[in-house]
């Protein structure tokens, strides 16, 4: 249990963040390095069709790789966590290096490690949401290995998967009539399940 302090300082945060980032019911964070690459040009097009959604570049914000001195809490990682609390759609967009996620990506992930230590209590706030992922490559289909850790992280954390939509790019940041047309398919799939949340598998809740 949290001690009396850490909860106010908590709400504090929370508070001070939702002044300047007003919650929004889809939070998009982009891994990628790259800025204007594939991945942001399928991102874009997916939360084009989207009302409510934000997204952050993991290139634009300072978080450190994960700590075991818990000594990196002054940086973005805390505040983009809380605005992914704050929402009810996580979309993790990341291009496929190496069979696996961005580097950026897999700092972001392993600092998801603060939530089921010193942080709790937000780390239990992500349950109940729902988690999909974009992802871009050449190749027609993604490596069998890339979905796993963001689908596994998702269960157990307590939130629900929404799947993966692939895009493969036969030429460099050219969006095709097909990237398109998955584009808006993937984001009719989103936002049926904004509306109907439960509809959604829910994986056993994060571990006290």
Partial sequence: MLE???????LRRVTKRRSIYPPTSVVGVLGSSRKNGNTRMLT???????????LFDLSDLSIAPYDYDDAQTQDDFLPLAEQMAQSQMIIFASPIYWYSMSAQMKVFFDRLTDLTKTHKMLGRS????????IATSTSKTPPSSFEAPFAKTAGYFGMQWGGMLHGSFEEDRQMTPELNASA????????????APCALSTPPPIAP
């Fill in 44 to 54: 874009d097009a997916v939360l084009h069709h989207l009302d409510s959604a934000r």
């Fill in 4 to 10: 009396e302090p850490e909860i106010v300082k908590h």
């Fill in 126 to 133: 992500l349950a109940d949401k729902t988690v999909c992922v």
């Fill in 184 to 195: 808006a398919t993937f984001a009719e799939k989103i936002k049926s399940a904004l509306q």
